[in-house]
Nanobody, 122 residues
Framework: QVQLVESGGGLVQPGGSLRLSCATS????????ISWFRQVSGKEREGISC????????YYADSVKERFTISRNNANNMVFLQMTNLKPDDPAVYYC???????????????WGKGTLVTVSS
């Protein structure tokens, strides 16, 4: 059973930084690509970043490129999303998800975490 547990969400001021964590298992990191999605109420879930299981290749949506960084710690079975220069457009529930490969489509994910809320406000 693949389990994904997000943490690290919270309130941050515009321009601030936040690091999200996704706790999972060695099996998941070995065989699945891990993506971060975000969703605002009433809108579709948006794929924003992905890290491939084998090569560790990373992908970013244009909306977060050069501001967000995805990484993983294989020793602790964690995937992180370092978010910097947070903007008023970034507040959402952030989810990590697992799939056989990197895809920005929510329908292509096999497993989901329950999400963590990020709020950007002064």
């Amino acid at each position: 059973q693949v389990q994904l547990v997000e943490s690290g969400g919270g309130l941050v001021q515009p321009g601030g930084s936040l690091r999200l964590s996704c706790a999972t298992s060695k099996f998941t990191l070995d065989y699945y690509a891990i993506s971060w999605f975000r969703q605002v109420s009433g809108k579709e879930r948006e794929g924003i970043s992905c890290i491939h299981s084998a090569a560790g290749s990373t992908y970013y949506a244009d909306s977060v490129k050069e501001r967000f960084t995805i990484s993983r710690n294989n020793a602790n079975n964690m995937v992180f999303l370092q978010m910097t220069n947070l903007k008023p457009d970034d507040p959402a529930v952030y989810y990590c998800a697992a799939a056989g490969g990197c895809t920005s489509h929510a329908s292509g994910q096999d497993y989901w975490g329950k999400g963590t809320l990020v709020t950007v406000s002064s």
